[in-house]
């Protein structure tokens, strides 16, 4: 089992950043891709970035490329999302998911991949 729990999230001003922290506890956290999602009120929830296990393979959602930036420190079992220029379209709940790394290259996008969640962290960016 691995427990997942977000931290970060917040009010900002449209054009403002924020960076999300994701602490992971119960297994070996180098074990594992990372991925990030968010949902929006009455919206599915949906892929935002994702990275493997060392660190040096990451992949993004069209809608945050050159935005955001996704990375993780293992030895802390953390992982982060940097967003910056941020849209009130980027206001949503955002997730920490895991699921054990199947090669190198493995960064899923699929949420049905992931085998583990957080909570969840609310961010709303205002106009």
């Known amino acids: 089992q691995v427990q997942l729990v977000e931290s970060g999230g917040g009010l900002v001003q449209a054009g403002g950043s924020l960076r999300l922290s994701c602490v992971a506890s119960?297994?070996?956290?180098?074990?594992?891709?990372m991925g990030w999602f968010r949902q929006a009120p009455g919206k599915e929830r949906e892929f935002v970035a994702s990275i493997n296990w060392i660190g040096d393979k990451t992949n993004y959602a069209d809608s945050v490329k050159g935005r955001f930036a996704i990375s993780r420190d293992n030895a802390k079992n953390t992982g982060y999302l940097q967003m910056g220029s941020l849209e009130p379209e980027d206001t949503a709940n955002y997730y920490c998911?895991?699921?054990?790394?199947?090669?190198?290259?493995?960064?899923?996008?699929?949420?049905?991949?992931?085998?583990?969640w957080g909570q969840g962290t609310q961010v709303t960016v205002s106009s």
């Open positions: 998911a895991a699921v054990v790394q199947r090669s190198r290259w493995y960064t899923p996008s699929n949420e049905a991949e992931y085998s583990y």
């Open positions: 119960g297994r070996t956290f180098s074990n594992y891709v």
